[in-house]
């Protein structure tokens, strides 16, 4: 069966990583029809628009993107079109899974880790900002709804359930945070009954951080609001050699982006020495949404060969291989 995808290249190395994906991708032979379409530095130059209307019309109608990463200019447009993404789209739940590959930095065997944040409410709310005339003291609202908890913690219990995973801590900051942290916490546990066959933990967020570092194999499923998510899924990241090895899903009832969430790296740009795997692991999740959990997997296994083998991979995994010159080894294995 044949796919729609809307495809944003991005800015900085986001062109050249995205067209070793997309040639991996056709070696894989998954059926997949692109738009390409624009948003960050690249449209605002061509379109005058960080986000433009086309753009958002295509993700909508196609409802999956891939997308490259975006650089957002200081002092003008959106805060961060990432952010506006996710609101327009109503993207909630944030997936970023953590999991060893051979021929890498990681710092431990076997780890493979889920977590999924709260996307859309919290501290990156941005409600309520508010700074004093003297500049002296600033204020923000967190903002936490039994909606947004509900949905967020029940998408981590079906991910875990679906996928025959075994627990899910509920990482909070209850007992400081009493209410917002204690409402996540709460909704947690009602939703946490539903699913006796799951183990289902509690941990305060410092201990987690902690635990993360110590001993990472206890955890499977981790499930968390928003500024926790974002933190620990860049530990966890740090845990298997980085965010070159990170993929993010941002996933709604009506559409979802799939994105590699390191940066633009503009320092790079142009060099042809970009890691490509956190958009080729995006792409694997990309596939699993679609469907064709198979053709994930094939596409997981050629990445897990070609990094064990070494074989023609980027500078920063220890090779000597360009980005074109990986995604062809890739392909080779594929097809």
């Known amino acids: 069966m044949s796919h729609s995808i809307a495809v944003i290249k991005g800015d900085g190395i986001g062109p050249e990583i995205m067209d070793a994906t997309l040639h991996v991708l056709d070696a894989l032979g998954a059926g997949l029809d692109y738009e390409f379409v624009e948003a960050g530095m690249s449209a605002l130059q061509t379109s005058g628009s960080l986000l433009p209307a086309a753009t958002l019309e295509a993700i909508g109608r196609h409802r999956v993107a891939l997308k490259g990463p975006l ?56 409600e309520g900002q508010v700074l004093s005339p ?53 909704v947690a546990r009602e939703i946490a009954r539903e699913y006796p066959q799951i183990e289902c933990r509690e941990m305060i967020v410092d201990n987690t951080c902690m635990q993360l570092v110590m001993d990472p194999e206890q955890f499977d499923v981790i499930v968390t609001t928003n500024l926790f998510g974002d933190i620990i899924s860049d530990l966890c990241a740090g845990l298997v050699g980085g965010l070159g090895l990170a993929p993010g899903a941002n996933i709604g009832a009506e559409a979802a982006i799939f994105e590699a969430v390191h940066g633009s790296a503009p320092d790079i740009a142009g060099k042809g020495v970009a890691n490509p795997c956190a958009l080729l692991l995006a792409a694997a999740m990309m596939l699993d949404h679609l469907g064709q959990p198979e053709q994930g997997n094939r596409l997981r296994g050629a990445i897990r060969a070609t990094l064990q083998a070494k074989d023609r991979v980027t500078p920063d995994l220890g090779g000597d291989g360009s980005t074109a010159r990986f995604a062809q080894a890739l392909a080779e294995r594929l097809s």
Do not use: W
Not at 109 to 115: C, K, L, N, Q, R
Not at 160 to 173: D, Q, W
């Open 134 to 186: 003297d500049g002296q003291s600033a204020q923000s609202l967190i903002r936490v709804t039994r909606r947004g908890s509900e949905r967020i913690v029940r998408y981590a219990f079906e991910l875990a359930r679906t996928a025959g995973r075994r627990r899910v801590t509920v990482v909070h900051k209850a007992n400081i945070m009493k209410t917002t942290s204690g409402l996540f916490l709460n």
């Open 71 to 126: 650089t957002t200019p200081v002092g003008e447009g959106f805060s961060s079109i990432n952010v506006e993404l996710r609101k327009r789209f109503d993207l909630y739940a944030n997936v970023r899974p953590a999991i060893t590959f051979p021929g890498t930095r990681a710092r431990y065997d076997g780890i493979d880790i889920v977590t999924v944040r709260e996307n859309t409410e919290g501290a990156y709310g941005a």
